[in-house]
């Protein structure tokens, strides 16, 4: 006879309440993914390089239009709270001091892989969509490329477009605003 294990889900409070009682350390990198704590990949120099480029080129371009959130968490729902490399969000007067952004304030999530390129097209890309995410760019440091996800929907993006060296990228929700694909890759 088969033993089934079952899995323990927690909910973002629960999360929180596991950091504060001190079970992960100041240098854990986690997430929270569908109830299950996930640890994120250590930052290699080409990912922190990719981040800081993005950092650069788009804050001063989306200045007084949306926040440029580097690495910081997006409450999707009760049991998912990930951290993308950078989250494009809506301005609110508080600067989401009280409350970290959800689903309806995120313009466009970014994710920077150099070795997390799978996790983050297999889980986090489904996850964004199901979430109505409406953009969500995959920086494929290995490639050189960039997936464009737009459309969400439950059961994904229906519009996924991968852009090359030569090509540029450019937000949906801000159209004056072109990024070169071979910064970002470098």
Do not use: C
């Not at 981040?51 to 371009?61: E, F, G, K």
């Not at 409350?99 to 889980?123: C, K, Q």
Request: hydrophobic residues 40%.
């Amino acid at each position: 006879m088969a033993v089934q294990l079952t899995r323990r889900r927690f909910t973002v409070d629960e999360y929180y309440r596991m950091a504060e009682a001190g079970i992960f350390g100041e240098d854990d990198r986690v997430e929270l993914i569908d109830g299950e704590i996930v640890e994120m990949v250590p930052i290699g120099g080409p990912h922190r390089a990719g981040v800081d480029y993005l950092t650069m080129v788009l804050a001063p371009r989306l200045a007084g239009r949306a926040i440029v959130s580097i690495q910081n968490p997006v409450r999707l729902s009760a049991r998912s709270e990930p951290q993308p490399d950078v989250a494009i969000l809506r301005p609110r007067p508080d600067h989401y001091r009280t409350g970290h952004p959800r689903p309806e304030d995120v313009f466009l999530l970014i994710e920077v892989a150099d070795t997390s390129v799978d996790l983050d097209r297999r889980v986090k890309v489904p996850l964004y969509a199901r979430h109505g995410i409406p953009e969500v760019w995959v920086v494929d440091l290995a490639e050189g490329t960039v997936t464009v996800y737009r459309e969400p929907a439950p059961d994904g993006y229906r519009v996924a477009q991968v852009l090359r060296r030569g090509e540029q990228l450019q937000p949906a929700a801000f159209a004056d605003v072109a990024v070169p694909i071979a910064d970002v890759v470098g």
